[in-house]
């Protein structure tokens, strides 16, 4: 884990960068329909071993300053930041009232995951 970065940073930042990868990988072919779908499989399942590469230390080093569910909290949360924007950027689509409200909920799910009772 590099030193110069708090402990608590370095599995977002590697979570971020990972999810990064995936969405590219679950989507990206979306805005390429007329490949053929044995070259976006390839594609993305090539795009997936960075996605895992960075994912495993996330977790790894993540497990010394967070809980197994506090991991899987801040992962999905990254996950809907990072399809946000890249439905908004990649996909050019745009996002309705209702995706926030839902974002908005799960938000709200992950204050309950962090918050000790």
Same mark, same amino acid.
């Given at each position: 884990?590099?030193?110069?970065?708090?402990?608590?940073?370095?599995?977002?930042?590697?979570?971020? *960068?990972?999810?990064?990868?995936?969405?590219? *990988?679950?989507?990206?072919?979306?805005?390429? !329909?007329?490949?053929?779908?044995?070259? *976006?499989?390839?594609?993305?399942?090539?795009?997936?071993?960075?996605?895992?590469?960075?994912?495993?230390?996330?977790?790894?080093?993540?497990?010394?300053?967070?809980?197994?569910?506090?991991? !899987?909290?801040?992962?999905?949360?990254?996950?809907?930041?990072?399809?946000?924007?890249?439905?908004?950027?990649?996909?050019?689509?745009?996002?309705?009232?209702?995706?926030?409200?839902?974002?908005?909920?799960? *938000?709200?799910?992950?204050?309950?995951?962090?918050? !000790?009772?």
């Amino acid at each position: 884990m590099p030193a110069f970065l708090p402990p608590t940073l370095v599995p977002i930042l590697l979570l971020v *960068a990972s999810n990064i990868f995936m969405t590219f *990988a679950w989507y990206g072919h979306l805005k390429h !329909k007329s490949a053929p779908l044995i070259i *976006a499989i390839l594609a993305s399942w090539g795009i997936a071993l960075f996605e895992y590469c960075l994912a495993v230390p996330a977790n790894r080093f993540g497990s010394a300053v967070y809980s197994t569910a506090q991991l !899987k909290t801040i992962q999905e949360v990254i996950t809907l930041l990072v399809f946000a924007g890249f439905s908004v950027l990649w996909l050019k689509e745009p996002l309705g009232w209702n995706h926030l409200v839902g974002f908005a909920f799960i *938000a709200f799910g992950a204050f309950f995951i962090f918050h !000790k009772w």
